[in-house]
Nanobody
Framework: QVQLVESGGGLVQAGGSLRLSCAAS????????MGWYRQGPGTQRELVAA?????????ADSVKGRFTISRANTKNTFLVYLQMNSLKPEDTAVYYC?????????WGQGTQVTVSS
């Protein structure tokens, strides 16, 4: 089993910053990539940013230059962060952490990010 625990969401004013964290643990032997997705009201879940095991990153056009994804490993836990700067009201959504392994994909429970204008 794989467990994902997210933290760091909240309410922030436009122009502010938040940092999301996700800790993945359990039966993890080979990570293809780790990423953050978001789903706003009435919208489909979309990729925000992803980082591969080798460190290559990919961002949605709407967040390029404002968001930064990074990762770190401890002995038994894989961590992925999303630093969000210059937040806009349209960034309001539930943000989900995702870990893709060779044969499975796992999701966190989601954390709410609300940006007020």
């Amino acid at each position: 089993q794989v467990q994902l625990v997210e933290s760091g969401g909240g309410l922030v004013q436009a122009g502010g910053s938040l940092r999301l964290s996700c800790a993945a643990s359990g039966s993890i032997f080979s990570i293809t990539d780790m990423g953050w997705y978001r789903q706003g009201p009435g919208t489909q879940r979309e990729l925000v940013a992803a980082i591969t095991g080798g460190g290559s990153t990919n961002y949605a056009d709407s967040v390029k230059g404002r968001f930064t994804i990074s990762r770190a490993n401890t002995k038994n836990t894989f961590l992925v962060y999303l630093q969000m700067n210059s937040l806009k009201p349209e960034d309001t959504a539930v943000y989900y952490c995702n870990v893709r392994l060779a044969v499975s994909s796992h999701w966190g429970q989601g954390t709410q990010v609300t940006v007020s204008s």
